[in-house]
């Protein structure tokens, strides 16, 4: 039943979003999560996987390992701006959350260490994947006009 309201809602990824990434094999971060749903915001336990700039999540930790699966769903963390906690947001602890301009998606953690962790993890990430300054945008000063 999950299955098709996921297909009747278009919830699957699209395949271009994660082709080219072999999410089951040596991924930067992977690991469980608890994550709030996008549309009714039930939390769901998740396994998650970090890998050149996405962040995948799959139903348990045997999908994220089989080549071929379809991930639940997939972010690009170059398109996020933030990652911080969010304990008071939610007023729940080991509460995390990733921000970008058109979406903000939750997450709860394990236990500190993990939280702290993932927030450093996808931090690097936005980092090295980040789209916030594109070529066309950097300013040449020394140019004369």
């Not at 996405?54 to 996020?80: H, M, N, Y």
Request: hydrophobic fraction near 35%; charged fraction near 30%; aromatic fraction near 12%.
């Amino acid at each position: 039943m999950e299955n098709l309201w996921r297909i009747a809602t278009g919830q699957d990824p699209n395949r271009e979003d994660y082709e080219g990434i072999e999410f089951w094999s040596n991924p930067e971060r992977s690991g469980w999560l608890t994550k709030q749903g996008d549309y009714i915001k039930t939390w769901r336990r998740r396994w998650f996987v970090l890998k050149r700039g996405k962040l995948l999540w799959f139903k348990d930790q045997a999908a994220a390992e089989t080549r071929g699966s379809t991930p639940r769903g997939v972010i690009s963390v170059g398109d996020c701006l933030t990652v911080k906690g969010a304990e008071d947001v939610l007023n729940k602890p080991l509460a995390f959350e990733v921000s970008s301009r058109s979406f903000t998606l939750f997450f709860l953690a394990d236990n500190d260490k993990e939280k702290e962790d993932w927030i450093n993890s996808i931090g690097r990430s936005i980092v090295q994947h980040s789209r916030s300054v594109t070529d066309s945008e950097v300013l040449d000063y020394d140019h004369k006009r």
